[in-house]
């Protein structure tokens, strides 16, 4: 059986953007997760009340396929991952420089 996870996810907006065709309104924003749960950003946008744009999985079918005539792809993109060394400390004084490594 599968334990409960609590989702750690913050997010804040870097732009707004108003299409004139439907007067809808749309926000591009930069999340950051801590736990890493399948969906997590998916879902948790949802739950706010602001689903993705053209998420087939989470979206209502209709809204869903409205979306894909004017935006044919969800954009929902990894920017970077990081990696924590927890198997430390190290003998090479080089290696122990680094707990975090971006890419």
Same mark, same amino acid.
């Given at each position: 059986?599968?334990?409960?996870?609590?989702?750690?996810?913050?997010?804040?907006?870097?732009?707004?953007?108003?299409?004139?065709?439907?007067?809808?309104?749309?926000?591009?924003?930069?999340?950051?997760?801590?736990?890493?749960?399948?969906?997590?950003?998916?879902?948790?946008?949802?739950?706010?009340?602001?689903?993705? +744009?053209?998420?087939?999985?989470?979206?209502? @079918?209709?809204?869903?396929?409205?979306?894909?005539?004017?935006?044919?792809?969800?954009?929902? +993109?990894?920017?970077?991952?990081?990696?924590?060394?927890?198997?430390?400390?190290?003998?090479?004084?080089?290696?122990? @420089?680094?707990?975090?490594?971006? +890419?």
């Amino acid at each position: 059986s599968r334990g409960i996870r609590t989702a750690e996810t913050f997010f804040t907006p870097l732009a707004y953007y108003h299409r004139k065709e439907d007067n809808s309104d749309y926000t591009l924003v930069y999340v950051n997760i801590l736990t890493g749960i399948t969906h997590q950003i998916r879902i948790t946008m949802q739950s706010f009340g602001h689903p993705l +744009v053209s998420d087939d999985r989470y979206l209502p @079918r209709d809204q869903a396929m409205a979306d894909l005539k004017w935006c044919p792809r969800n954009f929902l +993109v990894e920017v970077r991952s990081d990696f924590f060394d927890v198997t430390g400390p190290h003998k090479d004084p080089e290696r122990r @420089r680094y707990t975090r490594i971006s +890419v």
